[in-house]
């Protein structure tokens, strides 16, 4: 594909739990890549992340949690002479809860961007909510339980309100791809994406994981820790996926009235998101079976390992000297 001379600004901005930490990952080691086809990625918040599997929410994070900063960190990022690349969750998150359109566009026309090619992808309801969830256990701290809290997941129709708005804006071009069909095939989508000249010499890792699913056992642990310590702890479910990246993970699924209801209340949005996408990718309704609460649960002894590194570290640091 030939590439555009046109100076575009490149935003991939999620959703949650949609493969953003694999893809960033490997956008960091392709940087080089990237660079001589024309296209900056910028020097932003995961500048000082080193290892393939290390975790991190992407080159720009702080304007889309204080949008006050925007313009002070955004500037010296979009002042470059060829294309741009950002790639954050924060910016969904900018946009569809902080309403940040305005100043966005604004921001990157006056750093001459002639247009702006925004990529979303979206994921089957119910296994991208309980994902969803599961992550904010680790990243916010939450305490409430998967059955509850799963009928007000909040991401498909913020995404839907976001593709609105977006499509209505000039400059703005926007594609979807469904994660839950295409989740094999990251890379390869967004180098499409980038409308790059040549694939050759991009190192493709597919193969690894990054940013893990916490096992039942570690997302119960998670939540007891959440509750206890009333606030966020998100050392403990990012070390176990970071140091730990080879095991298998498990999604907790809440009842089917819950699920039920999560998909009555964003039917409307899904149809609106579907309009986005080809027919092999619509969006679809994804029941699953409850997950069997036990008892007891198990560690293995190199989970026993990062837990009690991770906690001894919390009470170093917590202990008063004497």
């Not at 990237?34 to 599997?53: K, M, P, S, W």
């Not at 979206?122 to 909510?129: E, G, K, L, M, Y």
């Not at 039917?267 to 309704?285: K, M, R, S, W, Y």
Request: with cysteine; hydrophobic share 40%; aromatic share 8%.
């Amino acid at each position: 594909m030939t590439r555009t001379k046109t100076k575009t600004l490149f935003v991939h901005a999620g959703i949650f739990k949609t493969g953003s930490s694999y893809l960033q990952s490997a956008i960091r080691h392709n940087k080089a890549f990237l660079a001589r086809q024309g296209v900056i990625y910028a020097e932003g918040d995961d500048r000082n992340v080193t290892g393939f599997h290390a975790i991190s929410a992407g080159n720009v994070m702080w304007p889309f949690i204080a949008p006050d900063q925007f313009e002070r960190l955004c500037e010296p990022l979009l002042g470059h002479d060829g294309s741009v690349l950002l790639s954050s969750e924060q910016i969904f998150e900018g946009l569809a809860i902080h309403n940040l359109f305005d100043r966005f566009f604004d921001l990157s026309q006056r750093n001459g961007f002639e247009r702006i090619k925004f990529l979303f992808f979206v994921r089957n309801p119910i296994r991208q909510a309980a994902s969803r969830w599961a992550e904010a256990l680790v990243r916010e701290g939450m305490t409430t339980d998967l059955e509850e809290w799963l009928p007000s997941a909040p991401d498909i129709p913020r995404l839907a309100a976001c593709l609105q708005e977006l499509t209505a804006r000039p400059l703005a071009e926007v594609s979807v791809i469904n994660y839950s069909v295409r989740k094999h095939h990251l890379a390869n989508d967004l180098l499409d994406w980038l409308e790059l000249d040549s694939t050759e010499g991009f190192e493709d890792r597919s193969d690894e994981r990054v940013n893990r699913t916490l096992t039942l056992a570690e997302q119960d642990l998670q939540l007891a820790v959440n509750r206890a310590a009333q606030e966020g702890f998100s050392g403990l479910g990012k070390a176990l996926c970071q140091e730990l990246p080879h095991l298998e993970g498990e999604l907790a699924f809440p009842s089917r009235e819950a699920q039920q209801s999560l998909w009555d209340r964003i039917g409307a949005c899904v149809h609106a998101i579907n309009t986005h996408l080809p027919p092999d990718q619509h969006v679809e309704f994804d029941l699953q079976p409850k997950t069997h609460v036990t008892s007891d649960v198990s560690f293995s002894r190199e989970q026993l390992g990062v837990i009690a590194s991770v906690l001894g570290q919390q009470f170093k640091r917590r202990r008063k000297p004497e």
